[in-house]
């Protein structure tokens, strides 16, 4: 399940990737963030059965934290198993935190997270992306895109 982008860049793992973010948010600004784990978490990202749409990430005294991320519990984990949903702290420098936080507070923009992945080194990282809530209208303008570029294709297929 390696990714491989265009530019030479190394493979990514993805473990987890909210489609509906871009559908639901205009995209403005991204960022990748580091994410505070336990052992079993690890484990079981590794699995990659882990689920980030529905999360959504605040700051809290001076950091920033991500709620509702939903990784299962592993199997082999006993006793020393870690909660499902707990808030995870994200690992950002101090001048990437006053820059979300000024924009969620000052213009009302909302952090949600895009992906979640394993980098080349077998970090896990959280793909970040500062947005602002889309209208009624623009999401129906963005499925009219999607529809025409569909049907664009199709008869481009057709016609050789």
């Known amino acids: 399940m390696a990714q491989k982008n ?3 860049a190394p493979a990514k793992t993805v473990v987890s990737d909210n489609r509906k973010a871009r559908f639901n948010f205009e995209i403005e600004d991204v960022l990748e963030a580091g994410i505070e784990l336990k052992g079993t978490e690890v484990k079981s990202l590794r699995t990659g059965k882990a689920n980030i749409g529905e999360s959504y ?8 934290w991500i ?5 299962p519990e592993y199997l082999q ?10 808030p995870r702290k994200l690992l950002l420098h ?16 909302t952090i949600v997270p895009l992906k979640l992945y394993f980098n080349d080194k077998g970090r896990a990282k959280l793909e970040l992306a500062l947005a602002k809530g889309k209208k009624l209208h623009d999401k129906r303008e963005t499925e009219k895109k999607r529809d025409w570029q569909r049907e664009k294709s199709r008869i481009m297929k057709t016609m050789g």
């Open 6 to 8: 265009s530019k030479n």
């Open 57 to 64: 990430a605040a700051e809290h005294q001076g950091e920033i």
């Open 67 to 71: 709620y509702n991320v939903y990784i």
């Open 77 to 86: 984990g006993n006793r020393f198993n870690h909660e499902p949903r707990r």
């Open 94 to 109: 101090k001048r990437e935190i006053g820059k979300l936080a000024g924009a969620v507070q000052k213009e009302g923009k």
